[in-house]
T-cell receptor
Framework: GDSVTQMEGPVTLSEEAFLTINCTYT??????LFWYVQYPGEGLQLLLK?????DKGSNKGFEATYRKETTSFHLEKGSVQVSDSAVYFC??????????????FGTGTRLTIIP | SQTIHQWPATLVQPVGSPLSLECTVE??????LYWYRQAAGRGLQLLFY??????ISSEVPQNLSASRPQDRQFILSSKKLLLSDSGFYLC??????????FGPGTRLTVL
């Protein structure tokens, strides 16, 4: 079945450091890929997405590129801020061709940025 | 624009008591609806999803149930809560495409 493997956390970085959170996936067909962010005590927010190979999703300074050859969708940001402290989830969707739109989530990576 | 509401925001219930959590979506028609549970410090577990009124699929056998009495209303219930039901419950919707949008969540503590 489909699966998502995320970098184990927690990750602690200093402000303005470069961030990479690794995500790899296993899926049949051509899934869409997502990064969601969860701030303390809140629901999940869509951060960015990519729907086909070589697409780059970007939002709020975060980027991730859909790499079919390595089945990866790593999240990056050039200079993190304290406000980026949150839990980040990588997810995939098998898509409407499969009859529904269930998402398969990774386990989440907790990121803490220290001033 | 679409919005999703969940209530209550927090709930403390004794073991063996019933449960009813409500989720409503505004600004869209015939959405797919989802219930997830997030245990403390852990990932998301899909509990139920629905592609239409009275069309509900269960992902995990347990003492919870879900109902969809109206197009944009999704209810999570239990007749008798267990300690292990404690967690953060998230409702989400999608509009036929693959992106899901999440509500603010309900934090349930079972004592």
């Amino acid at each position: 079945g489909d699966s998502v493997t995320q970098m184990e956390g927690p990750v602690t970085l200093s402000e303005e450091a470069f961030l990479t959170i690794n995500c790899t996936y296993t899926a049949t067909g051509y899934p869409s890929l997502f990064w969601y962010v969860q701030y303390p005590g809140e629901g999940l927010q869509l951060l960015l997405k990519a729907t086909k190979a070589d697409d780059k999703g970007s939002n709020k300074g975060f980027e991730a590129t859909y790499r079919k050859e390595t089945t990866s969708f790593h999240l990056e940001k050039g200079s993190v801020q304290v406000s980026d402290s949150a839990v980040y989830f990588c997810a995939l969707s098998a898509g409407a061709n499969f009859g529904n739109e269930k998402l398969t989530f990774g386990t989440g990576t907790r990121l803490t940025i220290i001033p | 624009s679409q919005t999703i509401h969940q209530w209550p925001a927090t709930l403390v219930q004794p073991v063996g008591s019933p449960l009813s959590l409500e989720c409503t979506v505004e600004g869209t028609s015939n959405p797919n609806l989802y219930w997830y549970r997030q245990a403390a410090g852990r990932g998301l577990q899909l509990l139920f999803y629905s592609i239409g009124i009275d069309q509900i699929s269960s992902e995990v056998p347990q003492n919870l149930s879900a109902s969809r009495p109206q197009d944009r209303q999704f209810i999570l219930s239990s007749k008798k809560l267990l300690l292990s039901d404690s967690g953060f419950y998230l409702c989400a919707w999608s509009e036929g495409a693959d992106t899901q949008y999440f509500g603010p969540g309900t934090r349930l503590t079972v004592l």
